[in-house]
């Protein structure tokens, strides 16, 4: 029997958000954990720390309309902002250059980058309104 995953996309305003809603979805009170960052919830999905206790299971996304506003380029200006604040000296150019395409209104959302980790990790993922 596949197991059902809830997210409240209404309830899903920041990326900080995101990270204890899935928490709470997963374990109903958030304490399985994995690392508040996007390569961590890929290694989540892919059986890493937080991974659900289900063997088969799906996420349903409710209000998912909600979440893509909320997680839009303003969420993604203030997560690139703060990567470009403390990432390697190195990534600094990439960043600069995403962060600069965000507040253009170009490229991918944070909600584009959850999105794409579901599909490429766990492509059980339901998006419901």
């Known amino acids: 029997m596949t197991t ?3 997210l409240d996309g209404a309830q899903i305003r920041t990326l900080e958000d995101f990270w204890q809603a899935i928490m709470d979805a997963f374990d109903g009170e958030g304490r399985q954990y994995f690392g508040r960052n996007l390569d961590a919830f890929a290694d989540c999905l892919s ?3 937080g991974y659900p206790d289900a063997d088969d299971f799906v ?3 409710r209000d998912h309309a ?7 380029y303003a969420e993604t200006v203030r997560q690139l902002e703060q990567r470009l604040a403390r990432c390697h000296p190195t990534n600094r150019p990439v960043v600069r250059a995403d962060l600069e395409a965000a507040r253009a209104g170009r490229g991918p959302t944070v909600f584009d980058w959850l999105v794409q980790i579901f599909e490429e990790r766990a492509p059980g993922v339901l998006l419901l309104r």
Do not use: T
Not at 66 to 72: C, K, M, T, Y
């Open 47 to 49: 059986g890493g720390p």
């Open 66 to 72: 909600i979440s893509r506003d909320l997680l839009g």
């Open 4 to 6: 059902r995953y809830v």
């Open 59 to 61: 996420v349903e996304w």
